[in-house]
């Protein structure tokens, strides 16, 4: 740290991303990517950017993908919202909407950035704990005084989802907050708050091509929200960096769009894998939560959660633990392909019966 | 706007960007793009990204371009950061070294989304006004109370460059300040400070592949500045937006470095065509800035300069103007490829005969 540095930000403390280590070849289960390629279409849109292109700026209203998106799941452009990730979005939503007399409101289980933007953007954080179940009460986000409600559904890492009258519950029972319902993995088998946006004035529905579009490296988020909302994101937006997505992820992701077919069977095939994993790891004596995400959690009844994270480690197999209470005894497993999950299966087996 | 918007971004004005219409096909010399391709090696960087890539996270700490560009300038990796654009390196270095009581400091003639950014985060702006023929006056920033001092070197839109000298002279004369020379125009024949890093504690230089590297559509800035510094510019950035520059940025900004000569050269016709060019407008009566920059600010000493800029977009030719006291008379030209230029000079001299 430099003498320089604004002092409330002295004991801010980073989000830390799943490790991407270099010292040998690893069956990645730790980041929640997708084990397929981008769409033939991604690739040719790709690889035909060309010189001309690049030299230019890019469009900052990203107006041809937002019209692509808000095609796709039937809403306006001025509802469509465009970013470098979600994670920006997110960001950017917490500028917006919440401050030190805007509280952020979320779950002691969640995505472990909201905690990191509510001490940046100087926001006291109400935090709920989830219910013995890891499911949301959504009673707790009940007239709720005017601040920012974020629920990542299905919720990380549990990968339990809430259902769309749930959020719109919570959406008219705190009319003064805006509500994020972050649908980062709604498309691994939980149902789309989507259709909601135009009834509720406080929602924002958010999304990723980072995990069911096969995307991550391409960097893209979208959002839903009424016009009024999406005028406030994009003023923070264009008052922070306009052009934040680049010319190449926008010609990926318009292409994705186009391809979108290919994208709904990987999730048909991510989810089948899911369940056919949590059968063996059920067999093996693991308990596991309902997840909806492509993403198992779930704990030994016989190994502790650090144990098996280290063996795994050490035969080649990276998956996600959190020091945190409650799921320290938790492993969070991305969805791999059939073959990554079966050598995930081998090696518990005989971590297990070591 | 929606009545959830947090209320001290009610009057918040977004940066405005240089207009892209599609109505037609224009010369476009009016967001400082290069007028020449990326290089071989960038084109085949981009196009040999493979689906494998595009699907994983890249690396948030950029190590790799990280060590090529300290490679380039003889720097250590620790040195460097690396950005989504350095509008974005600006706006995290706004969050990390300016607040309400730090102010910013800067001309008041100079890039415009400075302005944005103290608004944004609620800095106190401390505007010194350029001299009468638009010089900075190093003085002004010196025994400043701690804060931000930013300064465009060579400045935007007037092309003029200070030294190194100067901006040593500053750094010393306000130790208590952190001082950004943004060398987003440096390459065009201006003197880098970047031999500065490493005896100056508080000095930030910054960086973009966006003009000498003809890679505005890619989003790819960086900065050097002590370790510590760097430190806390990574801290806002992973509590931000980590991975928020993307696989095939990365790559192509690494394929750039290793054909960096084709890149001096572009400067080299650049810089020729700015003087050739240059020559063509005083003969035709405009006053000029002695421009160090990929720009010509030029003033025509016959006719409003609003009129000459709506004259040229009749003709197909797109400049920058600026409604700002002191500057409103004058164009800034983006010094295009000599085709483009000569049609530039050839326009004008129809518009001034007419």
């Known amino acids: ?63 041809q993908l937002k019209g692509k998106i808000a095609g796709l799941y039937g809403l306006a452009p001025e509802n469509v919202f465009i970013s470098n990730s979600s994670d920006d979005m997110l960001n950017i939503a917490f500028t917006a909407f919440a401050s030190d007399e805007k509280p952020a409101y979320y779950p002691d289980i969640t995505y472990g950035f909201y905690k990191v933007f509510s001490k940046l953007h100087g926001t006291k954080a109400k935090i709920f704990p989830l219910r013995e179940d890891f499911t949301i009460d959504p009673q707790n986000y009940m007239g709720l005084a005017e601040g920012l409600i ?90 922070t960096n306009p052009y934040s997505v680049n010319r190449i992820t926008l010609a990926a992701g318009e292409a994705a769009i186009d391809d979108i077919e290919y994208y709904r069977d990987n999730c048909r095939k991510i989810i089948e894998t899911r369940e056919k994993t949590s059968q063996e790891l059920k067999k093996l004596g693991f308990e596991l939560t309902d997840s909806k995400a492509n993403f198992i959690f779930a704990k030994s009844d016989k190994l502790p959660g650090k144990l098996i994270f280290e063996k795994l480690r050490e035969k080649g197999i990276l998956v996600r633990r959190f020091e945190q209470d409650r799921i320290s005894e938790y492993l969070r497993i991305t969805v791999g392909s059939p073959e990554e999950m079966q050598a995930l299966t081998e090696a518990l087996k005989d971590i297990l019966s070591e």
């Not at 390629?37 to 469009?59: C, I």
């Not at 519950?169 to 649908?183: F, Q, R, T």
């Not at 498309?187 to 991550?216: H, P, W």
């Open 1 to 63: 740290m430099s003498r320089f540095l604004v002092s409330k930000y002295s004991d801010l403390e980073a989000y830390t991303p799943g490790e991407q280590p270099k010292d040998r070849k690893y069956i990645k289960l730790n980041t929640n990517e997708s084990p397929y390629p981008p769409s033939e279409g991604v690739l040719r849109a790709v690889n035909s950017s060309q010189a001309e292109l690049l030299r230019l700026y890019p469009d900052p209203t990203c107006s």
């Open 150 to 239: 974020v629920i990542t559904n299905p919720n990380a890492p549990t990968g339990l989802a809430l259902s769309p009258e749930d959020i719109k519950k919570i959406c008219l029972g705190s009319p003064d907050c805006i509500v994020i319902a972050d649908e980062a993995y709604v498309d691994f088998g939980a149902e789309s708050c989507i259709k909601l946006i135009g009834e509720l004035e406080n929602l924002i529905v958010c999304r990723t091509y980072s995990k069911s579009m096969s995307m991550a490296g391409a960097r893209l988020g979208f959002a839903f929200a009424s016009k009024e909302i999406i005028q406030d994101l994009e003023k923070i937006k264009y008052s």
